[in-house]
């Protein structure tokens, strides 16, 4: 027997193998039952599945491709989408795909979105499309979110699971000046909203503006810290308040003498490990409708005693 006798060009095992690691490895559900019949003819019930993946400066395409063709424009659409990352092939041709124009647009927006990530995925099962990951440090995160519904694909059922990438060190900012407090810097995304609603209660008169970072790695206790920061920029006639990691620096003026001793008080609210600096001047004497501000003095003294 000839070598190429011995080899056959489709052996039992490499077709068994594709079906595993379509059952196993990418979940494409079920595994196609055998009819009773001999003589019936197979039924493909699998759903047809592809998916990209980006992970340490590589993308891999995975799953099925109706050709030769498409893989090709693929591979180009990651090349182009990101420059400098290798891009490994672990597909298999399926010409049966539901609707081949309908499919590269769907893997080509697939493609340009998990590019944009740090790390991430997409998979594609007929029409829906399944995109998780984890956006770029320097990326606004809810731009991107925005901007991957956008882009998708008419007809397309899309779910988007994406996070936030670390911020290391995690800033924050508020900044009083000019009738308004100036928000900045990040924040955890489920926390932007109660930071600044805590800031409009606390600056009635002001205009609140908010240009905060929606991110993740903040430290422990982070919230409490950021809502008594905010309560000890209220004591300023203007100023900052500014968090890196663990570390409260406040800047400024105060708003009337009787505020120098409240915020001794307020700084014992602040959570275990966090620390403060201050760099506060005391106020010059101004006009006496400057006194209008002293009267704040009762309730600042009430909420600073206030520890729920």
Same mark, same amino acid.
């Given at each position: ?182 928000? %900045?810097?990040?924040?955890?995304? +489920?926390?932007? !909203? &109660?930071? $600044? ?5 606390? #600056?009635?008169?002001? *205009? ?46 105060? %708003?009337?003498?009787?505020?120098? +001793?409240?915020? !001794? &008080?307020? $700084? ?5 490990? #966090?620390?403060?600096? *201050? ?30």
């Amino acid at each position: 027997m000839s070598p190429a006798q011995a080899v056959p060009s489709q052996p039992w095992y490499m077709a068994a193998f594709d079906h595993v690691m379509r059952v196993l490895v990418n979940s494409e559900g079920s595994a196609v039952q055998v009819p009773n019949d001999p003589a019936a003819k197979p039924q493909n019930v699998d759903p047809y599945f592809s998916r990209v993946i980006k992970e340490a400066g590589t993308i891999t395409l995975r799953g099925s491709v109706p050709s030769d063709g498409d893989l090709k424009v693929l591979q180009g659409v990651a090349a182009a989408t990101a420059p400098g990352a290798s891009v490994v092939d672990k597909t298999r041709i399926n010409p049966d795909v539901p609707n081949r124009d309908a499919w590269l647009a769907a893997m080509t927006f697939a493609l340009r979105q998990v590019g944009k990530l740090n790390t991430g995925s997409a998979s594609l099962r007929n029409a829906a499309i399944v995109i998780e990951g984890v956006t770029k440090a320097d990326d606004d995160f809810t731009i991107i979110q925005k901007k991957v519904r956008e882009e998708a694909p008419k007809g397309v059922n899309l779910q988007v699971a994406l996070k936030p990438h670390d911020a290391r060190p995690f800033v924050w900012l508020a900044q009083l000046q000019h009738g308004a407090v100036h928000l %900045s810097g990040h924040v955890p995304s +489920d926390h932007d !909203k &109660v930071i $600044s609603g805590h800031a409009q209660v606390l #600056f009635q008169n002001l *205009t609140i503006n908010s240009s905060m970072e929606k991110t993740k790695g903040e430290p422990k206790g982070w919230i409490e810290a950021t809502k008594v920061s905010l309560e000890m920029l209220s004591l300023l006639y203007a100023g900052s308040v500014a968090i890196t990691d663990m570390v409260v620096k406040i800047d400024g003026i105060y %708003s009337s003498p009787a505020m120098v +001793d409240l915020l !001794k &008080v307020y $700084s014992k609210r602040l959570p275990d490990g #966090f620390t403060l600096e *201050t760099n506060i001047l005391e106020p010059v004497a101004r006009a006496p409708a400057a006194r209008a501000e002293d009267m704040s003095f009762a309730a600042h003294r009430a909420r600073a005693s206030y520890n729920p």
